[in-house]
């Protein structure tokens, strides 16, 4: 019996990505019958939304879908926190509009670069060489906007922050076993200790330069 032309089937696309997977893999569950399917007259496979709700909620998220997940939780939080001014970066509503962009883009790239990371199988230096230039440009906004080093630290802290609640707060939401969530929290800790450092060097660099600059004159 064919089913309802209503929301209760899903298209194979739209059952993958509930179910966080390629749509190959879903496709071989169901030619193997590991999840019950329907083949449409035209060829096509549905699935039933019951179904893939079950199965969503007793399975692990795979690795790769890991990654995408938390990286949409942690965009949404921080996207949110910032428009509010929901945060304890109190001086971030002394910055004009354009520094404030400014360091929206500098954390967003950040972002990026912890999901590469996280979804790399090595550990990959060219990504950690990136996050290290993303603390040198948190060091130099730091500097440009009048702000301390104190200041410069707690945005890139933010942000991590921000990151690892998200990693958080997934086990209990999307069944991610805990091998998976302790990998993510060290992927995040691994990229996020290289912008820290760098921060803190990079500006104190910069400051002794400046000072030296001053002395010379």
């Known amino acids: 019996m064919p089913p309802e032309p209503s929301s209760t089937y899903l298209s194979l696309s739209a059952a993958s990505e509930m179910l966080g997977v390629h749509s190959t893999t879903l496709r071989r569950w169901a030619d193997t019958g590991s999840v019950p399917v329907y083949i449409t007259p035209g060829g096509h496979r549905r699935f039933a939304r019951t179904d893939i709700e079950a199965l969503a909620a007793r399975r692990p998220i795979p690795g790769q879908a890991i990654g995408t997940t938390w990286a949409r939780k942690a965009l949404a939080t921080t996207r949110t926190e910032l428009a509010l001014g929901n945060t304890r970066l109190y001086w971030v509503n002394e910055l004009t509009d354009d520094d404030r962009a400014t360091w929206r883009r500098t954390g967003y790239k950040l972002m990026g670069v912890v999901l590469r990371y996280i979804n790399s ?13 993303i603390g040198t440009d948190y060091a130099r906004y730091a500097l440009s906007s009048g702000l301390s080093l104190t200041a410069a630290l707690e945005a890139a802290l933010y942000f991590r922050d921000s990151l690892v609640e998200a990693a958080m707060d ?37 400051m002794n330069a400046n000072n030296q600059g001053l002395i010379d004159s």
Request: aromatic share 2%; proline share 6%.
């Open 121 to 133: 199988p090595n550990e990959d230096e060219n990504l950690l060489a990136e996050a290290r230039m």
């Open 170 to 206: 997934m086990p209990e939401e999307s069944h991610i076993r805990p091998d998976s969530s302790a990998r993510l929290l060290r992927r995040i800790s691994r990229v996020a200790n290289e912008v820290h450092l760098v921060v803190a060097a990079h500006y104190q660099a910069m």
